[in-house]
């Protein structure tokens, strides 16, 4: 009996759904055929989402270190090559391994530009941060990628003598930010005794949805700075303010004085080289996100903070406080 054409429009469906679920199966199922890769890790290893700025990163980096530190079932830890370039530049004690472009081809990470990168399927094994922390598990033969923008100051600054070891700034970023300090600073602390420097790094741009978001509450403004460079110039022997922001015009028609220099730089590279000059503070005055809490962190010494602007304060504040850092709440408002 010759099959019929109804039968043979449903052999021809059902060949192309196995097809599909061949193709899709594939797809999630790491590539064994091929021969290892030369200096790439095989099987299981976890690396972090890289996404963000410079604070960002740097926060990733803590994260990932502490818990590969903490948990064996983190290792062998990577970082991923976009990190590495915006922190080896910078630092020059990093310890984790970066993942080679060779390998992320090979292990095809599913959220790099298609328009950029070959590759576009999952083979990474995906999920929060805070859930693995909580939860862990996940296959264990394949690679593990942690999303999100962690900042998990509670966990990693349990390891911070070790954790500051490898955020050493490169000796010639060192120099530069010292001898720009030196630079903005002459007129002010050229005379004995010597100046009190208090980094300042004021968020703008585009931090206001951000602070909506995540606090539902707005930018703190000229009031919240007033207040935090006087209680400064109560509490510290000569303070100069060295003023950074991502936006430079805002802060030049706001803060004045003749103890306040607008110390930061613009163009290509200005995030690394005005963290290095906060570095470089003995004290912080910060207002939103991870780049100046961070600076405020590689610089050491005590930070103001605003309190206030939100339903909650910014968690790295509490985070701060829960460490027993030395953190002072200012008054947004």
């Known amino acids: 009996m010759w099959p019929t054409w109804r039968h ?20 999630t199922v790491p590539d064994h055929s091929r021969p290892p890769e030369p200096g790439c890790p095989q099987g ?10 410079l604070g960002n990163k740097l926060c990733q980096y803590c994260s990932l270190w502490a818990l590969q530190r903490d948990s064996a079932a983190a290792r062998p830890a990577w970082i991923l090559p976009e990190m590495e370039r915006s922190l080896g530049s910078l630092f020059t004690g990093l310890q984790l391994p970066t993942l080679p472009a060779r390998c992320l081809e090979r ?10 990168h070959p590759w576009s399927s999952a083979a990474f094994w995906q999920v929060s941060y805070f859930q693995y922390v909580k939860a862990g598990g996940g296959p264990p033969h394949r690679p593990l990628l942690l999303l999100n923008n962690p900042c998990d100051m509670k966990h990693f600054d349990q390891h911070r003598t070790e954790l500051l070891e490898q955020l050493r700034l490169r000796p010639e970023v060192r120099d530069e930010a010292q001898r720009r300090l030196r630079l903005h600073t002459d007129v002010q ?4 005794p010597g100046c009190t420097f208090i980094g300042v790094h004021v968020r703008r741009t585009d931090y206001a949805k951000q602070v909506h978001l995540m606090y539902d509450g707005t930018l703190v403004g000229e009031a919240y700075l007033m207040r935090a460079l ?14 950074c922001s991502d936006n430079l015009a805002w802060v030049q028609q706001r803060l004045r004085g003749p103890d306040i220099v607008i110390a930061g730089s613009s163009g290509d590279g200005s995030a690394g080289r005005d963290m290095a000059l906060l570095a470089q503070c003995n004290h912080t005055v910060v207002t939103h996100g991870t780049y100046g809490y961070m600076s405020a962190y590689l610089a050491q010494g005590d930070v103001l903070a605003p309190t206030g602007f939100g339903r909650r304060d910014a968690f790295l504040a509490e985070a701060m406080t829960n460490r027993g850092l030395n953190i002072t709440a200012v008054q947004a408002f």
Request: a positive charge; hydrophobic letters at 40%; charged letters at 15%.
């Open 44 to 53: 299981r290893f976890v690396t972090i989402n890289a996404g963000g700025r």
């Open 8 to 27: 043979i429009r449903y052999t021809v469906v059902c060949l192309t759904m196995l097809g599909v679920c061949l193709v899709l199966w594939t797809s």
């Open 189 to 192: 602390c050229r005379r004995p």
């Open 230 to 243: 006087q209680l400064c110039r109560s509490r510290y022997r000569r303070p100069v303010f060295v003023v």
């Open 107 to 116: 292990h095809q990470v599913p959220w790099y530009d298609p328009i950029l």
